[in-house]
């Protein structure tokens, strides 16, 4: 409606030039009207400037149109009342339309924006691998599972191991795969899968990274508790009548002996049966008490956590944990950094692992020179607190230490194999971890992630 308005303005102008030109002829050629052309001339030139003012002064407000419509400037406001000649409406046309268009970016922007956020709280790791050999992480988990490492190009992958790199960068559209993915240490298996994604040209992989150790670990674990649930189950039915039969056994054995005390050779006889069913009642008792420790593998309550310093945690189990050392003359030492490091954990689970793990150095470093062991802790690379025993003991053999702990694996004569056991299922419990490297040079050193 206001351009026709615009148009037919226009018409109006450029028929009054027409007039006016036609009467400056007609008074050109005819003699003595010599005001009267002066007149139409001023006229004429005072249309032609309106025609040209109303044309720019158009073109201007259009020229600003579009430049905010380029540069998605939509505060411009076209106001024209006090114009007039149509402007009015051409104003709040082109007001309308700069609306619609930021009511259209405005919309754009908040998809964009819940887009990103979903992707940015997705749990699984998303990093994208570009032909350049850049890399984008593109959420939080990607960030935490890199922590403070400094990732932006596959070559920096290297530093989470070699194997890892490999299967990052060989890894076709479409695939998935398991890897190895080594942090802090610390061995952590993950599922990569990939796709191919084009953006103006930019050919891009994004992949995905899950994290699936605590899975595995959990699984393993439920695995070991029903064994061990089912062997104990069993032998404690199968024992348990058997100690009963030869702790009766004894008793009719001392009962006929007190009969026969006349008769020596019978009473020798006897007194060979009692050490035989008194070598089986012990063993029995052996058998159940060893049972009965399994058992907690299986009857672990749930960790009830709270905030501990570990100044605090470490003062504790000192006295506890070296109690068993006597005079081996063991040096320990210990660091926190920083020093009012603390620890959500279950405080009574995580002290009785410490005592078991200093008592463990503490047997380690018998016969040794110049016995030490270390307590540390400290924050890792992802901000997980770190808890490390560390000795200078013997060590131990690559292939033990792959089995050390696994349930009722002991190197000790009179070992049941439950501590290590049950420490990886305290830490499991606590969502952590427990690891065990060769110390540089001589000895272990025991990894507590948390």
Not at 106 to 134: M, Y
Not at 229 to 239: A, G, K
Not at 311 to 332: A, M, P, R, Y
Not at 381 to 400: H, K, L
């Amino acid at each position: 409606m206001s351009f026709k308005r615009f148009s037919f303005l226009l018409a109006v102008r450029l028929v009054g030039i027409m007039v006016t030109l036609m009467g400056l002829v007609f008074l050109f050629t005819t003699p003595g009207y010599h005001a009267a052309t002066l007149l139409m001339l001023c006229l004429t030139a005072a249309l032609t400037y309106n025609v040209l003012h109303f044309i720019s002064r158009t073109n201007a407000e259009i020229s600003r149109f579009l430049d905010a419509a380029r540069y998605a400037d939509f505060g411009q406001r076209f106001n024209f009342k006090h114009l007039g000649a149509g402007f009015e409406e051409l104003g709040d046309t082109f007001t309308d339309i700069l609306e619609r268009f930021r009511e259209v970016r405005t919309g754009q922007e908040e998809e964009l924006r819940h887009l990103k956020a979903l992707v940015e709280h997705v749990p699984v790791p998303l990093i994208s691998l570009h032909q350049n050999g850049s890399i984008t992480q593109w959420n939080n988990s990607a960030r935490r599972l890199f922590g403070s490492a400094h990732v932006t190009k596959a070559s920096d992958l290297m530093q989470f191991g070699a194997r890892f790199h490999e299967e990052i960068i060989s890894i076709k559209t479409g695939e998935r795969k398991l890897a190895v993915f080594i942090v802090d240490d610390v061995e952590q298996r993950v599922t990569v899968a990939a796709t191919q994604i084009i953006l103006a040209g930019d050919v891009e992989r994004l992949i995905s990274l899950q994290d699936i150790q605590s899975e595995l670990d959990i699984a393993q674990l439920e695995a070991w508790q029903d064994l061990v649930r089912v062997l104990t189950h069993e032998i404690m039915n199968s024992i348990t009548p058997v100690a009963s039969l030869a702790k009766t056994a004894e008793d009719l054995v001392d009962d006929v002996r007190s009969r026969v005390a006349d008769q020596p050779d019978l009473v020798e006889e006897l007194s060979d049966v009692k050490d035989a069913v008194k070598t089986v009642a012990r063993r029995s008792d052996g058998l159940m008490q060893f049972v009965t420790s399994y058992r907690r593998l299986t009857r672990l309550p749930p960790p009830e956590k709270s905030r501990i310093a570990i100044s605090e945690l470490f003062n504790s189990v000192q006295l506890l944990g070296t109690h068993d050392w006597g005079d081996n003359k063991i040096t320990l030492n210990i660091d926190i950094s920083p020093s009012e490091l603390d620890l959500n954990a279950d405080p009574k689970m995580i002290e009785q692992i410490l005592i078991n793990m200093l008592q463990n150095a503490g047997h380690a470093l018998e016969g040794s020179q110049n016995p030490t062991v270390w307590m540390s802790a400290r924050l890792s690379s992802r901000g997980r607190t770190i808890i490390e025993i560390e000795d200078n003991g013997p060590g131990i053999d690559d292939e033990i230490a792959q089995k050390i702990f696994v349930p009722f694996f002991t190197t000790k004569r009179e070992g049941s194999g439950v501590g290590l056991a049950l420490t990886r299922q305290v830490m499991i419990a606590h969502s952590g971890a427990i690891t065990y490297k060769k110390r540089e040079g001589r000895g272990s050193i025991f990894t507590l992630t948390f």
